[in-house]
């Protein structure tokens, strides 16, 4: 199926360290950037967005970087918690809709 | 809990038989996804509806798949003579697009396994 590409699989962090999560997408096309949390057993959850006239985007907690010269996406997660030990997922909108990519777990050490 | 509900959450059925999931999205949602989703995988991309209509279908989705959204509301899934390779997640979410942006409201899928 189409998907957005991930560097890594797996993530392991500290708890109260800061996390990165990357993404790579081949779009150049593509306007419009989203990174959703999957906890097991439930779908996917919005956590923040991105427009693509935009290079950061903050919110709770989490920041979105987009450099479109590389076409890489990251998710920055600051002072990780235990509930954050999900899997994440990049997603872009291509067209008229929005495709996902394989996704990284987050793993958080005691 | 999104607001988008998903019946049932398990399916087991044997090969060849025929499966039908159901939806019901957030109520002023206009438009409702579908997405397939294996072990270790990102939600893979099936169908789309805005209001009633079926905009697009992944190219994924053989001539076994349907998926009808009557009356804009509600939305069915439904999957003729199951085989073992469609054993998979289904998930449906919905959504308000405002501009580019669209946030997805999922649910919480329909496991189903093809024995």
């Known amino acids: 199926g189409e998907s957005v590409g991930l560097h890594l699989p797996t993530l392991s962090v500290q708890e109260g360290d800061n996390s990165i999560i990357n993404c790579a997408y081949s779009?150049?096309?593509?306007?419009?950037f989203i990174w959703y949390k999957q906890e097991s057993g439930k779908g996917p959850q919005f956590i923040i967005d991105?427009?693509?006239?935009?290079d950061k985007r903050q919110g709770q907690r989490v920041t979105v970087l987009l450099n479109k010269t590389v076409k890489h996406l990251s998710l920055q997660i600051a002072a990780t918690q235990p509930g954050d030990s999900a899997v994440y997922f990049c997603?872009?909108?291509?067209?008229?809709?929005?495709?996902f990519g394989k996704g990284t777990r987050l793993h958080i050490l005691p | 809990d999104t607001g988008v509900s998903q019946d049932p959450r398990h399916k087991i059925t044997k090969r060849g038989q025929n499966v039908t999931f159901r939806c019901d999205p957030i109520?002023?949602?206009?438009?409702l996804y579908w997405y397939r989703q294996t072990l270790g995988q990102g939600p893979e991309f099936l169908t789309y509806f805005q209001n009633e209509a079926q905009l697009e279908k992944s190219r994924l989705l053989s001539d076994r798949f349907s998926a009808e959204r009557p009356k804009g509301s509600f939305s069915t899934l439904e999957i003729q003579r199951t085989e073992q390779g469609d054993s998979a997640m289904y998930l449906c979410?919905?959504?308000?697009?405002?501009?580019?942006?669209?946030?997805?409201?999922f649910g919480s899928g329909t496991q189903l396994s093809v024995l």
């Open positions: 779009n150049s096309a593509s306007d419009y």
């Open positions: 109520s002023e949602h206009n438009r």
């Open positions: 979410a919905s959504s308000i697009q405002t501009g580019s942006n669209e946030k997805l409201f």
């Open positions: 997603a872009e909108k291509r067209g008229d809709k929005i495709i």
């Open positions: 991105i427009r693509s006239n935009m």
